[in-house]
């Protein structure tokens, strides 16, 4: 056999084409099962009959650590509400799923006995200075199971986003997350 000559090889650090493309498939998930966690918990509320003026369905929003700025909300009446807390960017990929309305967390785990189970009632007295006594308001979860019921679907999200990642070099990303997310 005749000798053709030394093979030529080449050896190119991708890495960085790789990162960046990872980087940008993750941000456009989170941002994905943002929107989707936001839908779910509005849907909760509305089910669960906890919504009397719209304000907290509509103050439930999602912020990637993508994303700065500020966002607003208008509830059933119309008002407008600024949210410029639940949209500040954060260091890293993540996405945040939640309200900045006061009472939101009343909502979300209960109130008095009906939230805590302690067995106990509490006295209020109201503004016109009449008193009542109350076993609390039983919890109406909204932002939990709008995340603990669909992680095997946020899952499913980031494999896809992953996997179809734009082809300029960041096929890589696609066979790396073959391998890793099953």
């Not at 980031?158 to 997350?177: C, F, M, R």
Request: overall charge positive.
């Amino acid at each position: 056999m005749a000798d053709k000559g030394p093979i030529q090889l080449t050896v190119a650090d991708n890495s960085e084409v790789f990162k960046a493309a990872s980087r940008m498939a993750i941000a456009v998930a989170l941002e994905d099962i943002g929107s989707r966690a936001e839908a779910y918990a509005k849907r909760e509320l509305t089910k669960s009959k906890a919504v009397d003026t719209g304000r907290l369905r509509n103050s439930v929003t999602h912020a990637t650590s993508n994303y700065s700025g500020q966002g607003h909300y208008t509830d059933n009446y119309k008002n407008i509400y600024t949210d410029a807390t639940a949209r500040q960017a954060v260091e890293g990929q993540a996405v945040f799923v939640g309200t900045n309305a006061e009472y939101a967390a009343y909502v979300e785990m209960g109130t008095g006995d009906l939230g805590t189970g302690t067995g106990k009632k509490w006295v209020y007295r109201d503004g016109h200075g009449n008193y009542h006594a109350t076993s609390g308001m039983a919890a109406r979860p909204y932002i939990k199971p709008a995340i603990a019921d669909h992680l095997q679907e946020y899952r499913a999200v980031i494999k896809q986003w992953l996997e179809n990642a734009p082809d300029d070099g960041a096929s890589a990303v696609k066979t790396v997350t073959k391998t890793i997310i099953k």
